[in-house]
């Protein structure tokens, strides 16, 4: 696996296998790599020739209090991970090589409807670092094929339109959240939970699946959402938001509609922790 830190090393790499015909998957990562990123890697594997795993924490997508500087980072363990995963180019750049002009000076890409509820509510900007890095990558990558995971529902549905409004030569693949046992979403946020924590931070999931049992058996969407607010603080969560909406739009769902996603923020401690449903009714 090479590993590459500078953007004219990435190019001429990549541009070598390209003109010898092969594939390129990408999988962009923040780093502090689980099981549920490995996932992809292997999926990525059925996608392209070439996998590149890209590694970095993107101080633009960081509110002014959210946990940048305590972010993880574990390059070397990622490292021999993606390694033993065959990925085969690890882009892990620093700062100064995405952003050599720093942030101030950055053109942001900002993609409007779809990133403005939810945690775009919660973390104003987030989803504007996260359009203009990843559209960063697929500049430096030009990958045929990029793959996410669904934990991060809204940020999958921003990269959609995104890469449609820019018409990005790209196929998009969105991964099922790998979870434990437990039904807890993997995600490198989970080493911040204490053993108490964590257990009772699986109850997020289990509220997602009774209220996909609710909404099936034609219980309201408000009554759906309003006891689902109340189970996660019997255990503890202090709810950002939970919400029932259309699947595409992200847009509070309505009596009519078929294709739902129940979205979910909460803080579990100074944690804070997101999940999400598909959920599919009849036809009216």
Known sequence: MDLVTHINELRSLLNSHRQAGRRIAVVPTMGNLHSGHIHLVNEAHRH???????????????????????????????????????????????????????LEQQTVVSVPKVSERHCGI???????????????????????????????????????????????????????????????????????????????????????LESRVRLQAGDSIDRVEAMARVRLEQVGFQPDYYSVCDALSLEPAQPHDSDLVILAAAWMGTTRLIDNLRVQLSSH
């Not at 559209?135 to 430096?140: A, D, R």
């Open 122 to 208: 919660s973390r104003p900007g987030h989803f504007d670092g996260v359009a203009t890095v990843v559209s960063k990558l697929f500049n430096l990558v030009q990958p045929d094929t990029a793959l996410f995971g669904l934990k991060d529902y809204q940020q999958f549905m921003v990269i959609t339109r995104m890469v449609a409004d820019l018409c990005f030569p790209i196929k998009l693949i969105g991964v099922e959240t790998q979870r434990e046992s437990s039904g807890l979403a993997l995600s490198s946020r989970n080493g911040y939970l204490t053993p108490d924590e964590k257990q009772r931070a699986a109850v997020l999931y289990q509220t997602l």
């Open 48 to 102: 392209g020739d070439v996998v590149v795993c890209t590694i970095f924490v993107n101080p633009m997508q960081f509110g002014k209090n959210e946990d940048l500087d305590a972010y993880p980072r574990t390059l070397e363990q990622d490292r021999q991970k993606l390694a033993a995963a065959g990925c085969t180019v690890l882009f892990a750049p620093p700062v100064s090589e995405i952003y050599p002009d720093g």
